[in-house]
């Protein structure tokens, strides 16, 4: 009985059967690895996902809302005034245009070139009191 014992253990022992064991380890490992990646990319777009809904939740309150106001006689009046820029009869449009900061300081270079030659050295030797 102690050898049948020996020759049993031998088996599991001999070289085959552990190549055999290791072939199926490394199988479960590559097997795992990929459940973990896909794992990973399906929280990634799960995120993703719910970011866009998050999105387009904020975006169905603002159009709703902005219906709310345009269901009002207010909101349609505010509306044309702002884009078609109208008045109603007996009032006046008023535009307020900003002059541009790049022309001012152009015209200022360009009063400083008109400088004659002459006048360079007008100013050069000019004594200051």
């Known amino acids: 009985m102690i050898k049948f014992k020996k020759k049993k253990n031998r088996f599991w022992y001999s070289p085959i059967v552990l ?5 199926i380890l490394v199988f479960f490992s590559i097997s795992i690895w990929g459940l ?10 799960k995120k993703v996902a719910k970011e866009e ?19 009002t006689e207010e909101g349609k009046e ?8 109208v008045a109603k009869e007996g009032e006046k449009v008023l535009s307020i245009v900003e002059e ?11 009063q400083r070139s008109k400088k004659s030659f002459f006048d360079f050295l007008k100013d050069l030797f000019h004594k200051k009191n």
Do not use: H, P, W
């Not at 809904?53 to 269901?71: A, G, H, M, P």
């Not at 505010?78 to 820029?85: E, T």
């Open 53 to 71: 809904y998050e999105q387009l939740t904020k975006r169905i309150e603002d159009l709703n809302q902005d219906i709310s106001e345009l269901s």
């Open 78 to 85: 505010g509306i044309i005034r702002v884009k078609y820029q």
């Open 100 to 110: 541009d900061q790049s022309e001012k300081e152009d015209l200022g270079e360009d």
């Open 19 to 23: 190549f055999v064991l290791l072939a």
């Open 36 to 45: 973990f990646e896909r794992y990973q990319q399906s929280a990634q777009l």
